[in-house]
């Protein structure tokens, strides 16, 4: 580690090696090397350019507190939006959603990931409403929601209606629904509020499919009391080339056990370990 710092002194104009340095880092994953790598650029007053900040900003996001994240992205003197992006970001990780509101609302033009960010925010601490009230307020602001806006919101659903509803705003939106990512959290979340017309609607209309699409509709099927229908479609899904893998397994031996159907149980067992 000492001969990296010490190259680094060497190399005072190296913009290129400094970034370098911080790639070290990453591959350290140590805060404390980070640190004195933010404090040889500080000396060398690398630190004010804005692409170092934002690189040092990222280090400290990953290893750092919610204070050292703010501490750094003050020292940056002309902050574009990737640097207000990776400073949320850093806040949301410690689920300071407080201070990440307050740095959100102080952003010039929030931008798509800006906005994702805060909504994921909220979703993964269990604020529901709040996630949906920042999806009205981004659609008001003209920004254009993305795939992964709307994987973020279909996990909040806790409504056959609320469910529908977002489905449609989708669709208005010009997603490809066939994308295996979002039919995925489609199939899921109509799943689990045990909608299979739907559920199974959007299975057939998916251009491309993996294992995590046929778990899903396994699942919705089990879940919803049909554990015959769960089973038929572990054999559509061996019947179509895919392998099952431990959570598809435990999705139909549960299944087995519940219709109390021991000899099925043993067959989709072979099958897993004849894989």
Known sequence: MSSYLKKAHVNKASLSYCSQLIDRCLSFKSFDFAKTIHGRLFKLGFNAHTYLGNRCLDLYSRFGTSDDVLQLFDEIPQKNCISWNICL??????????????????????????????????????????????????????????????????S????????????????????????????NSLIDMYGKLGVLYYA????????????????????????????ELALDQFYSMRYSGYSP??????????????????????????????N
Not at 209 to 227: A, T, V
């Open 156 to 183: 909040t659903v806790s409504s056959a209606c609320h469910g529908k509803q977002i489905h449609g705003s989708m669709i208005r939106s010009g997603l490809s629904l066939s994308n295996v990512v979002l039919g």
């Open 200 to 227: 199974f609607g959007v299975f057939l209309n998916m251009e491309e499919l993996d294992i995590i699409s046929w778990n899903s509709l396994i699942s919705g099927c089990f879940n919803s009391g049909y554990g």
């Open 89 to 154: 970001m850093g806040l949301l990780k410690s689920d300071n959603l407080d201070t990440a509101r307050k740095v959100f609302d102080e952003i010039p033009e929030p931008d798509v990931v800006s906005w994702n960010s805060m909504i994921s925010g909220y979703a993964s601490c269990g604020y529901s409403d709040y996630a949906l009230e920042m999806f009205s307020k981004m659609q008001l602001q003209g920004v254009r929601p993305s795939g992964f806006t709307f994987t973020i919101l279909l």
């Open 245 to 274: 893998d431990e959570y598809t397994i435990s999705i139909v031996i549960n299944t087995c056990t519940k219709l109390r159907n021991l000899d099925k149980d043993w067959r989709i067992l072979s099958v897993y370990l004849n």
